[in-house]
């Protein structure tokens, strides 16, 4: 994941949106190292909030986003 968007509101840690290549990490795993290589770029639309320790989805974007700049 890259490009994410992360915020603290009221004290609570969010994620959202982001960029990623699917099916990179099984081809990472199977040693291939520009596992991106040939994987088409897709972005995340989804949001996640930090709740004890683990990342729970929270909501959606209306699009998939990344990148951006506030």
């Excluded at 994410?4 to 949106?17: K, P």
């Excluded at 199977?30 to 683990?54: F, V």
């Amino acid at each position: 994941m890259s490009g994410a968007y992360a915020s603290v509101i009221d004290g609570n840690i969010f994620l959202a949106g982001g960029a990623y290549f699917p099916g990179a990490a099984e081809k990472y795993s199977n040693g291939e190292y520009w596992s991106h290589k040939g994987l088409d770029k897709a972005y995340s639309k989804e949001i996640y909030q930090l709740i004890k320790n683990d990342w729970k989805k929270v909501g959606s974007l209306p699009e998939g986003l990344a990148y951006g700049v506030s």
